[in-house]
């Protein structure tokens, strides 16, 4: 069971990102899976969700910037950043649920090790 992220990097406000997350072993046929983020000195945050029937839920701040979205034949989840903020910054991290809903930290029961973005002004 392995969730490994990847596409973090450095850029300047206005600019996109699109993070990747490769699943092995079962936790792709989890129901839920997501994206968190956590920023120095900060909580760590339900970015975005998306589950087996496909029903994605964002936070607020991200709503229309970013998408997540599941390639199932690769096992692979997305999220695509779009009109990044300095606030977007911080380490992102793929998640995974035995659950339908996995917005909360105490969903989630597989996490990946992080990749970190940050978004200069």
């Known amino acids: 069971v392995q969730l490994v992220e990847s596409g973090g990097g450095s850029v300047q406000a206005g600019g996109s990102l699109r993070l990747s997350c490769a699943a092995s072993?079962?936790?792709?046929?989890?129901?839920?899976m997501g994206w968190f983020r956590q920023a120095p000195g900060k909580e760590r945050e339900g970015v975005a969700t998306i589950n087996s029937r496909t029903i994605t839920t964002y936070t607020s701040s991200v709503k229309g910037r970013f998408t997540i979205s599941r390639d199932n034949a690769d096992s692979t989840l997305y999220l695509q950043m779009n009109n990044l903020k300095p606030e977007d910054s911080g380490m992102y991290f793929c998640?995974?649920?035995?659950?339908?809903?996995?917005?909360?930290?105490?969903?989630?029961?597989?996490w990946g090790q992080g990749t970190q973005v940050t978004v200069s002004s």
């Open positions: 998640a995974a649920a035995d659950k339908w809903s996995c917005f909360k930290q105490t969903d989630i029961g597989y």
């Open positions: 072993g079962s936790t792709f046929s989890s129901p839920c």
